[in-house]
């Protein structure tokens, strides 16, 4: 499995950032029980400033609400009674999601599923590595490793706004935008971690219906 | 103590919102002008959280290593470097620039 490896990394670096604020115990459960990077990466960039528990929380949610219309979109492939269903969505992944996706709104729920335990593993086993590693490496700011954050986020929002086989999104990139400015402005008067939150709310342009008629069949294919 | 609440409030949060969709399954759509928003929430939030990472230390707005080291990342993956390595990138051209300043 190709992703097993990147996966493995950026568990990596969660632990290295994680540890020194969080301690040992608490980043690997975190992998292992929420087993999200987005989520947990937002939640402790809004933490490391000082941004309280409440706010870090919301950050990590709102950061998953993508898996909203994910579920949704593969929920028409599943077979099965409820409980099958509701196990096979909680191993939903991004990677998972594009593994399983055979075009047309079809998905592999084999394939998708099955994606489920390597991607764990690297993912919780990277973590025990990063946090095994974060007493050696020290302060992570020594090594540039703050920077992680922000290019790992940013590798997630360059897809989205200029995809590599379709048009850029341009209501993706206005919100990006918003969402930019609005934290610059807020930063200064506001606690750590509430202008990420207000920020969040730009995508409420989307209750606004799209110029392009085709915009909104894109919506349940982001991964 | 309270880092085992945030910990308990993502997993729940994650699995509530993975499990929704499949559960009521039958075909059924949340409503069109609540997916538009939701499909941008996570650009939103993402940007945000960039600049955040970026420009800012505490309350106060920022330049320095890190803008150049994002700005490295940045360009890494515009040329479809993979994250890890313009991870990698980014941090490196930080880091030897907070030794060099």
Known sequence: MPLALPIAAVGMSFGILASPLLGAVAPILMSAVVWSGTAQFAALSILIPGGGIALAASAGLLANTRFLPMGFAIAPSMTGGLLRRFFTGTVLADASFVIGHRGGGRFDIGALAWAFPVQWLSWVGGTVAGVAGAAAIGDPRRWGLDVFFPVFYLSLLLPELFPARAPRNKRSITVAGMAAAITLLLTPVTAPGVPVLVAAAAALIGLRPPRQPNAQARTGDEA | ?101
């Open chain 2, 1 to 101: 103590m309270k880092t085992w609440i945030l910990i308990i409030a993502l997993a729940l949060g994650t699995v509530l919102m993975k499990t929704i969709g499949p559960v009521l399954a039958g075909g059924r759509q949340p409503p069109a002008p609540l997916t538009r928003v939701i499909a941008l929430v996570a650009p939103a939030l993402i940007s945000a959280l960039i600049v955040t990472g970026t420009f800012t230390d505490g309350r106060q707005l920022v330049i320095d290593a890190r803008a150049a080291g994002v700005a490295v990342g940045a360009v890494a993956l515009w040329f479809r470097v993979p994250a890890v390595l313009a991870m990698i990138m980014g941090g490196t051209v930080c880091a030897l620039l907070r030794l060099a300043i």
